[in-house]
């Protein structure tokens, strides 16, 4: 089976690679970078949803798993109402939307998201360390996940400042709980038991990645690597 992996905001693909030697030969992984990142070139911004669609078009076929993490996984919903199916859609470390509903439900809530980018349009470079600081901050060595971040994607992002800010945006205001109520193909929620990032609405749906925060590629590869190859073999209706 195919996977199409999909990352999250201010990351690149390069982020998949801790999974490589872990992939079991039922899969078949391909990484891609959504615009603006890495060597793809950059949408106008502001942009639709339709623009990214006619973009991502040849990246994403109908005839593979889309795996999408965080932002990721937002986007990759909202894109199943302007492109063809694919055979399931899994989203890691994603729901319906990113800020939580309730205080009293974690996650991240809307005034914090607005102080983040608010931060964001004063400095983009030092907030964006930030966050890779913040999303690390789940997984049993955050420490280390961050360092390994770090390595990765170096000191700077590899995408381009109004990139990000329009990333910020679909942050902000994607709500694809209509999709998930009424979905075109089969999606499946893995999140890791300690996401800072997602609300404990989310995280109950999910299948749990065990000792794992919002970056599961970084702490536990070997068991991330064989949950999504597992969830896109299975039969649309074989129970969780």
């Given amino acids: 089976m195919k996977l199409i992996l999909l990352s999250g905001w201010g990351v690149d693909r390069r982020v998949w690679q801790t999974l490589s030697e872990y992939w079991p030969n039922t899969v078949e992984p391909s990484a891609v970078e959504w615009p603006g990142y890495g060597e793809s070139p950059a949408l106008p911004t502001p942009t639709s949803i339709d623009a990214l669609a006619e973009r991502m078009a040849p990246e994403l076929p109908s005839d593979a798993v889309w795996v999408g993490w965080s932002l990721g ?46 931060a964001f349009h004063r400095d983009p470079v030092t907030t964006w360390r930030h966050f890779l600081r913040w999303q690390a901050q789940g997984e049993p060595n955050a420490r280390e996940a961050h360092r390994q971040l770090r390595a990765q994607l170096g000191e ?13 945006m679909w942050l902000e205001t994607l709500d694809n709980r209509a999709l998930l109520a009424h979905p075109p193909c089969p999606i499946h929620l893995l999140a890791g038991a300690y996401d800072p990032l997602l609300p404990r609405s989310t995280r109950v749906q999910a299948l749990p990645l065990e000792a794992a925060g919002h970056c599961p590629m970084l702490s536990q590869p070997a068991q991330l690597a064989a949950r999504l190859a597992e969830q896109a073999t299975r039969s649309p209706q074989e129970p969780r």
């Fill in 156 to 168: 700077t992002p590899q995408a381009d400042t109004d990139t990000l800010a329009q990333g910020l």
């Fill in 73 to 118: 996984g937002l986007l990759a919903t909202a894109l199943l109402n302007h492109l063809p199916s694919p055979k399931a859609l899994l989203l890691l470390g994603a729901g319906s939307r990113f800020c939580s509903d309730a205080e009293s439900d974690g996650g991240v809530r809307s005034d914090e998201l607005a102080s983040f980018q608010r």
